[in-house]
């Protein structure tokens, strides 16, 4: 119940948009579901570990440069190949 209620939803949604998002073209997505635990896995990462056995919170300034690091990862695996117009 407490999964279901909580991480699984989050993962729902954000498989979802990942799904939307590759339809438009804007991701390459083969398995939204499996994108959508890499990304969460990405964000929460050794961080979780060390709040639940430190609890040590991160500072804001540490947050946001996990977020962009784990975005940008995501990224180089997951974005859409960009399309050259140039001729």
Do not use: W
Not at 14 to 38: D, F, I, P
Not at 58 to 81: C, G, H, M, N, Q
Request: proline letters at 3%; charged letters at 25%; glycine letters at 4%.
């Amino acid at each position: 119940p407490l999964l279901s209620a909580g991480p699984q939803k989050l993962t729902e949604t954000l498989q979802h948009y990942l799904e939307s998002e590759t339809k438009a073209g804007r991701l390459r997505c083969k398995n939204s579901l499996l994108a959508a635990q890499h990304l969460l896995g990405l964000l929460a990462g050794m961080d979780f570990l060390a709040i639940v056995i430190s609890q040590m919170v991160p500072s804001e300034a540490e947050i946001k440069k996990r977020v962009t690091s784990s975005v940008d990862v995501f990224l180089k695996s997951y974005a859409a190949e960009e399309s050259s117009d140039e001729d």
